[in-house]
Structure formats: C-alpha cells, structure tokens
C-alpha cells in the first residue's frame, strides 16, 4: 500500500482527491495539508511514501517546500499537480526535486499509475508538461540581460517601485517600465517577483 498526504489550499481539491484515493486499496491518505509549513508538519508526522503537492499555496509554496523536505532528509517523493504548466512553475519544481509534475486535469487512471511510479522512484510528466521540457532544451539560448536591466530588477528586488528605482537611475519610469518588459521576455516569465526569483536562480543578482 502507498502511503501518501495531500497538500493543496483548496478544500474541496483535497476532499475530491482523499475520496479518490481511499476508494482504492491501494493507496491510503494519512494526512492533509493546507500549505507548504503544514505539509512539512503532516510529513514530519506520518513519513509519507508520496507528496502529493500543489504549487502556488499560502505561507509557503510548492518550491520552497520540495527544497525543504529535500534538507530535512525525508524519503518522500514528491508528485507535483498543479493547475500551471509554464516555464516558470515547471522548472523550478523540477530543479528542486520533484518526482512528476501533472496537471490537475489528469484522469484518475493516470494519477493513479503516477503516484505508483513516483513511489518507484520513476520520473512522471504530463504530455503537456513534457512537451515544453523538450521545447525548453531544444531552443535556442535566451539573450541575455542588459546591465540596465538587471540594475532595474536589483532595484524592484529590494523593494523599489518603478518610480523609486527610475530615481534611482536618473531615467523616466516609463523607460523602467520597458526594461522590465524586455526582461520579462528573457527570462520567459509574466511578472515582477518571477523575474526577480529567475534572475536570482540564474545568478544575475548578488545574493545579499
């Protein structure tokens, strides 16, 4: 039998997901959680075969929860299944240590064989989610930033507005607001503080 605990901020998601996974004998919930420091909690307590996560959550995300069940030693696989299938939900759960990552419109056949074969140890992708790996490894290198927009990312990193960090650099806040745009585009992502967690991963901000 697999032991596993459901992590996801939604109520009902958990309630449809335990119903699920208690009708077959093969399986049994021991726990639930609704964000990553419960999760942490349920899987200090019950040590699950499987963490069955989502990503974006209250308090603490998916990613930064993978990262620390990984630091706390624990045995636990990890099976992503989220709503969100972009480059910048993908590859950092990935990085972090996530087994699989699927979809939240996954058959229940299908969710069922990935969480055995993440209890196997085995990798699990949905197409959708495979697909845009493959489109990831095989494009070309993104360009590369600018100084200037890495200065105005350092800027919003620590806390700036674009009128704040236009100050700063003795240009007009509709000449940040472009930078950050350019910068987006880059580093494939859609908003201010998943630019600065990818420029930060990559290492194009100092860590203080």
Do not use: W
């Amino acid at each position: 039998m697999i032991r596993l605990i459901v992590v996801d901020d939604h109520p009902v998601v958990r309630d449809g997901l335990r119903g699920m996974f208690d009708g077959d004998d093969r399986f049994a919930v021991l726990g639930e959680a609704g964000n990553g420091r419960e999760a942490l909690a349920v899987a200090r307590a019950v040590d699950p075969d499987v963490v069955l996560l989502d990503l974006r959550m209250p308090e603490m995300d998916g990613v930064t929860t993978i990262r620390a069940l990984k630091a706390e030693g624990s045995r636990a696989r990890v099976l992503v299944l989220t709503t969100y299938d972009t480059d910048s939900d993908v590859l950092p759960a990935i990085k972090a240590g996530a087994t699989g990552y699927l979809l939240k419109d996954t058959p229940r056949e299908d969710l069922f064989r990935a969480v055995a074969a993440a209890h196997r140890g085995e990798s699990v992708l949905s197409p959708a989610v495979a697909g845009r790996l493959m489109g990831t490894l095989r494009s070309p290198a993104k360009e590369p930033l600018s100084q200037r927009e890495v200065e105005v990312l350092g800027l919003i990193a620590r806390g700036c507005s674009n009128r704040e960090a236009a100050g700063r650099l003795f240009i007009s806040e509709a000449t940040v607001k472009t930078h950050l745009l350019h910068a987006y585009a880059k580093l494939g992502v859609r908003d201010r503080a998943a630019a600065v967690a990818t420029a930060f991963e990559r290492g194009l901000l100092g860590s203080d």
